[in-house]
C-alpha cells in the first residue's frame, strides 16, 4: 500500500482548512487526501440562496479548483480502517498507509429517516435549505406561497449549523412581512428542542422576531412522516408531563431541517463513540484512543456547534498537534470549542452567536463594534460579503487571522470540558 506522512479523509470545510494549515507551516509535508466529490460547496452560503440574496453558483466549486496542488487527491470514498495496521481500506478495495490520519468527513443528512419526505423533496411545497439543489426552491416558495400555513421543522441536537432551521423561517418572514402575505399566514417553528436556542444569552433578540412575525413555537416536535400529496406532516410531540402523541399538521410549505448523524463507515468503526461520531479529546482534537488518529469537523464527537466556523478554529490546533505528533512529541495546542452561527432574523441583520463548551460567549468583536446578543447590520455585511471570501481565500490558505491557536507550555491535563450547552 501506498504510504504518506499526513492521510486526511474527507476534502470539505474541516479536510481542506486542516491541509492549508499545514501546508503552511511545512510546504513540503507529504500529505493525501481521499475525496470522492468533484464538487466543493460553501454550505454557509446556501441559507442566503434560500434567502434570495445569493445565486447558488456562489456556493460551489469544483473540487480540483479547491484542491492545493502540493497533495495527492484520491479521487475515492474512504470505506474502514485499520488503525492497527495505520492503513485506510478505500471502497474499490485499495488500501492507504499513514504515519498520522486526519478523518473529517463530515456527517450525514438522514433524509430516508423520514418516510415519504425524499420522493416529495422539490415539490408539494416541500423544501429544504440544507441541499444545493433545493435553496432556490425554499426562495421560489417564498415567493409563490401567499397564504395558509408555512412549518420550519427542526431535528434533534446535534445538527450541523444548529440556527439554520430558523435562518431560513426569519428570512421567508421577513420577505413576506414585505409583501404582505405575512398577515394571511400561519408560521409555526417545529423544533425537537424544548428551547429556541441551546445558549440562552440570544434567545431574547430572537424572541422579539418571533414576536414581530406572528410565529408559532412548537418545542419537542419531532418531524416523523410527510405526505406530499395531501400536504400533510406528522410529528411526534413530547408533551410537559412527558406523555408522547403524534399530531398531523397540514401545510402549504414545508421547510425540513433532515436528521443527521455520522456517516456509517464512521459508527460503525473502532474510531466510533457510544453515539457513532469520531471519538476525540475535546481540547487537542486527538483521537482518545489512537495516537495517530485525530479528526475534526462535523464528523468529531466534540461538543462545539457544528460549523464552518468551529471548522476554523479546530484546523489550526489540528495542524500544530499532527506535526507535534510527527516528531513523536505530545500535543500542546487547544481548543477553546469556539462555533459561531450568524442568524439572519431580517435581511439585512443578524444576531452574531459566537460561543465555545458551555455555551461560554466568545465574541470576535469588541461590543461597541458588534453587540453579539443584538441585530447587526455590520454582521450582516461580515456574513454576506466578507466571509464567503475569508472562507476561501484565508481558511483555505493557512491564514489563522483571529483564529491562532492557543498553544501551552505543558501537555493539557486530561479534563472535563463542560457540555451545559444544546450544542
Ligand atoms: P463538509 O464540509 O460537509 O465536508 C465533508 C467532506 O467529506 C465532503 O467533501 C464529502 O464529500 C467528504 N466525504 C464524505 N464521505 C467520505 C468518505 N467516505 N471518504 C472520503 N471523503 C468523504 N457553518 C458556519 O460556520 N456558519 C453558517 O452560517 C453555516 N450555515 C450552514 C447552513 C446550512 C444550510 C448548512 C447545511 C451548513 C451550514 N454551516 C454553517 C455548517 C458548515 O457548512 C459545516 O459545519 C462544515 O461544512 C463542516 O465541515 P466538514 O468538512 O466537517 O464537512
Not at 378 to 397: A, G, H, Q
Amino acid at each position: 500500500a501506498r504510504r504518506h506522512d499526513v492521510l486526511i479523509i474527507g476534502g470539505g470545510a474541516a479536510g481542506q482548512a486542516v491541509t492549508g494549515s499545514l501546508l503552511k507551516r511545512q510546504p513540503d509535508l507529504d500529505i493525501a487526501i481521499v475525496e470522492p466529490s468533484s464538487e466543493h460547496y460553501y454550505q454557509p452560503g446556501w441559507t442566503l440562496v434560500g434567502g434570495g440574496v445569493f445565486d447558488r453558483k456562489q456556493t460551489v466549486r469544483t473540487m480540483r479548483d479547491v484542491m492545493p496542488s502540493a497533495v495527492k487527491w484520491y479521487q475515492a470514498a474512504a470505506a474502514s480502517f485499520l488503525p492497527e495496521q495505520q492503513r485506510v481500506v478505500l471502497e474499490n478495495g485499495e488500501q492507504l498507509g499513514y504515519r498520522i490520519l486526519i478523518v473529517a468527513p463530515g456527517l450525514t443528512l438522514d433524509w430516508d429517516a423520514i418516510p415519504g419526505l425524499r420522493d416529495t423533496l422539490g415539490r408539494n411545497g416541500v423544501t429544504s435549505n440544507y441541499r444545493f439543489d433545493l435553496a432556490p426552491y425554499t426562495w421560489e416558495l417564498v415567493n409563490s406561497t401567499r397564504k395558509g400555513k408555512a412549518l420550519f421543522t427542526q431535528a434533534p441536537m446535534p445538527i450541523k449549523c444548529a440556527g439554520a432551521p430558523q435562518k431560513a423561517m426569519y428570512l421567508a418572514c421577513d420577505q413576506w412581512q414585505r409583501s404582505g402575505a405575512l398577515k394571511d399566514l400561519d408560521v409555526e417553528f417545529c423544533t425537537s428542542g424544548a428551547a429556541l436556542f441551546g445558549v440562552a444569552a440570544y434567545v431574547p433578540a430572537l424572541m422579539e422576531y418571533v414576536d414581530r412575525y406572528g410565529i408559532q413555537l412548537d418545542f419537542q416536535h419531532t418531524l416523523i412522516a410527510v405526505d406530499g400529496d395531501n400536504r400533510s406532516a406528522r410529528f411526534k410531540v413530547v408533551d410537559t408531563d412527558g406523555e408522547t402523541r403524534e399530531v398531523d399538521k397540514p401545510f402549504d410549505m414545508l421547510h425540513v431541517c433532515p436528521p443527521q448523524r455520522a456517516p456509517r463507515f464512521i459508527s460503525e468503526s473502532p474510531l466510533a463513540d457510544a453515539a457513532g461520531w469520531i471519538e476525540l479529546n475535546p481540547e487537542t482534537m486527538q483521537h482518545s484512543r489512537y495516537g495517530d488518529i485525530f479528526g475534526l469537523g462535523d464528523a468529531g464527537n466534540t461538543p462545539n456547534a457544528k460549523t464552518a466556523a468551529a471548522v476554523r478554529k479546530q484546523a489550526p490546533v489540528v495542524a500544530e498537534n499532527v506535526l507535534q505528533a510527527l516528531k513523536g512529541q505530545a500535543p500542546r495546542a487547544v481548543y477553546d470549542g469556539y462555533g459561531s452561527c450568524p442568524l439572519t432574523v431580517e435581511r439585512g441583520k443578524i444576531v452574531l452567536a459566537e460561543f465555545g463548551y458551555g455555551g461560554k460567549l466568545l465574541p470576535s468583536f469588541p461590543s461597541w463594534l458588534v453587540e453579539g446578543t443584538r441585530p447587526s447590520r455590520l454582521s450582516w455585511f461580515l456574513k454576506e460579503k466578507m466571509l464567503p471570501w475569508i472562507y476561501w481565500n484565508t481558511m483555505f490558505k493557512g491564514k489563522e487571522w483571529l483564529a491562532e491557536p492557543e498553544i501551552l507550555n505543558h501537555r493539557p491535563a486530561e479534563h472535563e470540558v463542560s457540555t451545559a450547552c444544546d450544542f
